[in-house]
């Protein structure tokens, strides 16, 4: 044999090992994205929200179910803000609504109250939706964390002055609730 033969069949044989090298480099780095577990979670489809906006009721709006003699101050103050309000008063014990009424955010509301205890709810929010929707999907429920007893005692009534308006030391708490418990 030449040493030019020689050198041939060398070069092949570099080639060669050199190929076969690179094939097995492929094929191990293949296997081993295959061997890694691949995890898939269904995908979480948001219900779409789409009832329609509706004109915004007049600032005050009152919707009353009791026909108790309403007797007993209440007044509503909210600071400026673009937020609405949708406050239920519901019966501390049965939980049935007392009233409704709706607020401007900036705007106080007088009224009066049958004597009794009750739940104050919140719901607040930027769009109306009407009474069944309130303020779609962005809708911020909360209710008071204590019991509001209107009361009248010989000739005096006692009400309340509720303040929607967060404050560093506050003494009202608020917990959050779900659109269903509201």
Known sequence: MSSESDQTWVALAWILIIVLGISIYNNAQHEQQAAEP???YPEIVQPLFNEPIQPLPK???TVEYSEEEAIAPFKIITKPQELFYFIKVVEWDSKRPVLTIFIHSGQDVDLLMPIGSYEIRFASGKT?????H?????TNYEKAD??????????????YTLQLIDQ?????KKVKMKADEF
């Open 38 to 40: 691949v995890t898939t």
């Open 59 to 61: 600032h005050g709006t």
């Open 128 to 132: 109306w939706h009407g009474e069944e």
């Open 134 to 138: 309130l303020f779609g999907s962005r």
């Open 146 to 159: 204590e019991r509001f007893n209107f009361t009248i005692s010989g000739q005096q009534v006692f009400g």
């Open 168 to 172: 560093q030391d506050g003494n009202l």
